[in-house]
């Protein structure tokens, strides 16, 4: 019930291009959904994030889109850059007390 | 100093060594975790303080000790690691049940057993 599936276990995307990461979940009750970003040697950054009552948030070439009916949601990301080359972890939580759960992470790599 | 620091930055020990890693927050957030990030289990909870709190403990050997004497430090003692336990040791905080809900992490401890 706690668990995140995501995927790709890893992406290559030429620069330019549209990268494409998905999410799925298993609690309805999770009302929270966070993308994080990871650069190696930091500790994950918050990217976007958003609730259920929306089915799209778009923040520059940030995109969420969010089906609760088939419990999923997606991060897009348009016109990658090679500044995009990072780890990319999706995440849900209940919005009171409970920490997040994380997916296994996206390693993204944009190529020139 | 803002946002989630942690000291040290990177930390080698032996085995029968012991130390702490340090988190502080300067947010005002309420909630504080420590995390575990390895090449084969990412990002996996290990302590969980609800203002000041431990409410949650998923199954962490009892080699590792956390304390958190306020809302905004937590500690993590370490005593007798085994090498497995070599990973990134990430701080995290939130506020509970407010309007903002993003959870802020740390940049980790790098911490490397011999």
């Known amino acids: 019930q706690q668990q995140v599936k995501q995927s790709p276990q890893s992406l290559i995307v030429q620069k330019g291009g549209i990268s494409i990461i998905n999410c799925a979940y298993e609690n309805t009750a999770f009302d929270y959904f966070p993308w994080y970003q990871q650069f190696p040697g930091k500790g994950p950054a918050l990217l976007i994030a958003?609730?259920?009552?929306?089915s799209e948030k778009k923040e520059g070439r940030f995109t969420i889109s969010f089906n609760k009916s088939a419990k999923q949601f997606s991060l897009h990301i348009m016109d990658s850059q090679p500044g995009d080359s990072a780890t990319y972890f999706c995440a849900a939580s209940l919005s009171g007390n409970t920490p997040l759960v994380f997916g296994k992470g996206t390693r993204l790599s944009v190529i020139a | 100093e803002t946002g989630v620091t942690q000291t040290p930055r990177h930390l080698v020990m032996g085995m029968t060594n012991k130390k702490s890693l340090k988190c502080e927050q300067h947010l005002g957030h309420n909630a504080m975790y420590w995390y575990k990030q390895s090449a084969k289990k990412p990002l996996e909870l290990m302590f969980v303080?609800?203002?000041?709190?431990?409410?949650e403990n998923n199954s962490v050997p009892s080699r590792f000790s956390p304390e958190c004497p306020n809302s905004s430090h937590l500690f993590l003692h370490l005593h007798t690691l085994q090498p497995e336990d070599s990973a990134l040791y990430l701080c995290a905080s939130r506020q509970l049940a407010g309007a903002l809900l993003e959870q802020f992490f740390g940049p980790g401890t790098r911490l490397t057993v011999l």
């Open positions: 303080y609800n203002f000041k709190e431990q409410t």
């Open positions: 958003i609730r259920p009552d929306v």
